[in-house]
C-alpha cells in the first residue's frame, strides 16, 4: 500500500484525481493541499510514498517544496499536458475525469520505485533514472 497527497489549487482536477485514487487498491490518498506549506508541514509527521503535485505554477516556495520531498517519495507532476487525457462530463459540465491509461502508468513507476527503495537497490538499476513522472 502506497500513501499519497494531492498538492494542486484547481477542486476539478483535485476532485478526478480523488476519483481515480479511490479505483486504485493499493493508493491510499492521505490529504490534499491547495499549497506546499500545508502539504510540508503534514509529511514532517506522515509518511507520504507518491505527491500529486501541479507543475504549472514552479513558484520560489514550490521549488523550495521540492528540494524538501524525502528521496524515497515519488512526485507525479500534474502537467497542462495532461488537459489532453481528460473528458468533461456532458450531464454535469463541472465535473472531468483523467483517463485512466497514463495515471496507471505513473503508478507503476511509482510502484516499482516504492519497491526498489524498499529493498535498497535504486542505485543499481538503470532503469529509473528520474523520480518523477509528467502526466
Keep these: 500500500m502506497m500513501n499519497c497527497?494531492?498538492?494542486?489549487e484547481e477542486p476539478m482536477v483535485k476532485n478526478a484525481f480523488k476519483k481515480l485514487i479511490d479505483k486504485t487498491e493499493n493508493l491510499k490518498l492521505l490529504a490534499i493541499f491547495d499549497d506546499t506549506r500545508e502539504a510540508?508541514?503534514?509529511?514532517?509527521?506522515?509518511?507520504?510514498?507518491?505527491?500529486?503535485f501541479d507543475v504549472q505554477t514552479?513558484?520560489?516556495n514550490e521549488i523550495e517544496f521540492l528540494k524538501f520531498i524525502p528521496e524515497e517519495t515519488?512526485?507525479?507532476f500534474?502537467?497542462?499536458f495532461m488537459f489532453k487525457n481528460i473528458t468533461f462530463d456532458m450531464i454535469d459540465g463541472n465535473r472531468l475525469s483523467v483517463k485512466p491509461g497514463r495515471f496507471q502508468q505513473a503508478l507503476e513507476k511509482a510502484s516499482l520505485y516504492s519497491k526498489l527503495q524498499?529493498?535498497?537497490y535504486?542505485?543499481?538499476?538503470?532503469?529509473?533514472?528520474e523520480?518523477?513522472?509528467i502526466i
Design 40 to 52: 510540508t508541514d503534514f509529511m514532517m509527521t506522515n509518511m507520504v510514498n507518491v505527491i500529486f
Design 58 to 60: 514552479l513558484e520560489a
Design 122 to 129: 535504486l542505485s543499481n538499476v538503470k532503469s529509473i533514472q
Design 78 to 80: 500534474i502537467s497542462e
Design 5 to 8: 497527497i494531492i498538492v494542486y
Design 118 to 120: 524498499k529493498k535498497k
Design 74 to 76: 515519488f512526485v507525479i
Design 131 to 133: 523520480d518523477y513522472f
